[in-house]
C-alpha cells in the first residue's frame, strides 16, 4: 500500500470526478469551466445536496432557506471577538467558531450542513470586521451568498462584477474529489458523529499549509517580480536556487488545472471591468514567463498553471487580504464537505483503513531495570 493512501479508493461519490491526466473536473456530471461561471452559488449547492440543478421556484426556495441560515449564536460572537482581540490566525477563529454552530440545535444533517453553508461567511466576516477594528455588519437575508459574503467584510454592498467574480471562484473550488479535508470529514462522518463535528475536523486539516496555504505566495511573486521586464531574471534566479514557483504545477493534474483556466477567465472579465488593469498584465506575463522556463529547465515535465495562481490574482483583486484567502476557499469547500458527509452517511460505511507496522518486535519489560 502506498504511503498517504495514494491512489488507493476509499469512497465512491456522485460530487466530483478529477481526471488528472486528462485535466478535467467534473462536479455531478458537469463541466467545472461549464458550470462555475454561469450557475450561481445556489444552484450548485443544489446540485451538490441534492444531485440535481433545482427549477425557479426550488431555486427561489433554497436561496430563502439558506439566507435564513446566516446568523450565528452569540457565543460565536463572543468568540469571534475574542478571537480577534487576541490576533488569532482567521483559519484558528473559524474552526473556534464552527463547532458553536449546533449550540442549541437538535443535530440533523441536512439542517446542520444548510447552517454551516451558510453562516460560514457571517462567521468570516464578523471576525474579520473585528481584527480591523470595525463594526459588524448585520445580517442581510436579501443578498445571494457571494454578495453577502463581500458585503459581511467590507460593509457595502458589492457591484454585480465584484459578486460574479466572487461566486464563480466559490463554485469552482466548491469540490475536488477526496482531498485531504474532505476525507477527513468522511472519517468523522463515517462514525456516525455530526456534521458539524465533521466539517470541524475538516477545517483543522484545510488549515494546514500542505493542504489550503499557497494561494498567497504565488501572488507574492508577482509583486516581487515588479514589472514583466525582471520576470525572466527573478524567476530564472528562483529555478537556479531550488525553489518551488507557487502557482504552478499539482500533484494531481499532468496537465493544466481546469480550475485555473476558469479563474483566469474570470480575473479576466473582473480586470476588465472593475479592477487594476496593470496588475493583470504583469500576471500574465508572469505566468508567460514561468510556463516558458519551467518547459526550458524541465521539459520532462508538465509544470502548468494551478488554481493557486489565478485564486490570489482574483482574490486580491476583489479586495481580500491574503489571510483571508484560505478562509474564503473554506467558504466555497464547506458545500462540498457537506455534501460528501450526506453521501457518506446515505451510501458508506464506517471508514477503517489498515496500517503497515514497522517498529522493533521482541522487547522484554523488566521491571526490576525501571524502577
Known amino acids: 500500500m502506498a504511503d498517504g493512501l495514494e491512489g488507493v479508493v476509499a469512497a465512491s461519490t456522485r460530487l466530483s470526478h478529477v481526471d488528472g491526466e486528462a485535466g478535467r473536473l467534473t462536479l455531478a456530471g458537469y463541466a467545472v469551466e461549464e458550470l462555475a461561471p454561469l450557475a450561481s452559488f445556489e444552484e450548485v449547492a443544489y446540485l451538490l445536496l441534492k444531485g440535481r440543478l433545482p427549477t425557479a421556484s426550488e431555486r427561489m426556495a433554497f436561496a430563502r ?30 474552526r473556534m467558531a464552527a463547532p458553536l454552530l449546533s449550540l442549541g440545535r437538535k443535530e440533523d444533517p441536512l439542517e446542520d450542513a444548510m447552517t454551516a453553508i451558510a453562516a460560514f461567511p ?25 454578495a453577502y459574503y463581500l458585503s459581511q467584510l467590507f460593509g457595502t454592498e458589492p457591484s454585480a462584477e465584484r459578486a460574479r467574480g ?11 474529489g477526496l482531498n485531504a479535508s474532505t476525507f477527513a470529514a468522511r472519517v468523522i462522518i463515517s462514525t456516525h458523529s455530526d456534521v458539524i463535528s465533521a ?27 515588479g514589472t514583466a521586464e525582471r520576470a525572466d531574471l527573478v524567476i530564472r534566479g528562483k529555478l537556479d536556487r531550488g525553489e518551488r514557483l507557487m502557482g504552478f504545477g499539482h500533484r494531481i493534474y499532468r496537465v493544466r488545472d481546469p480550475r485555473a483556466d476558469v479563474l483566469a477567465h474570470a480575473a479576466a472579465e473582473f480586470y476588465a471591468s472593475d479592477g ?3 496588475l ?22 508538465r509544470l502548468d498553471t494551478n488554481v493557486e495562481f489565478y485564486t490570489a490574482l482574483l482574490l486580491h483583486g ?33 471508514i477503517r483503513p489498515q496500517s503497515t507496522y514497522i517498529g ?11 524502577t
Open 65 to 94: 432557506d439558506l439566507a435564513e441560515r446566516r446568523a450565528l449564536p452569540g457565543a460565536a460572537v463572543a468568540v469571534l471577538h475574542e478571537a480577534a482581540a487576541a490576533k488569532t490566525p482567521p483559519m484558528d477563529a473559524l
Open 122 to 146: 457571517t462567521i468570516v466576516g464578523t471576525y474579520w470586521r473585528a481584527s480591523q477594528g470595525e463594526a459588524t455588519v448585520p445580517v442581510r437575508m436579501d443578498l445571494p451568498h457571494a
Open 166 to 176: 466572487l461566486e464563480t471562484y466559490l463554485n469552482t473550488v466548491s469540490d475536488h
Open 199 to 225: 466539517i470541524t475536523g475538516a477545517l483543522g486539516a484545510l488549515k494546514g499549509p500542505l493542504h489550503g496555504g499557497a494561494p498567497g505566495p504565488a501572488l507574492d511573486m508577482v509583486f516581487e517580480i
Open 276 to 278: 487594476d488593469q496593470d
Open 280 to 301: 493583470y498584465d504583469l500576471a500574465r506575463a508572469v505566468e508567460r514567463t514561468a510556463l516558458r522556463l519551467l518547459h526550458e529547465r524541465k521539459p520532462a515535465r
Open 318 to 350: 476583489l479586495g481580500l487580504p491574503t489571510e483571508l484567502f484560505t478562509p474564503t476557499f473554506a467558504v466555497g469547500r464547506v458545500l462540498g464537505w457537506s455534501a460528501h458527509c450526506l453521501e457518506q452517511l446515505r451510501d458508506g460505511r464506517l
Open 360 to 370: 522493533p518486535t521482541g522487547l522484554h519489560y523488566d521491571r526490576a531495570a525501571n
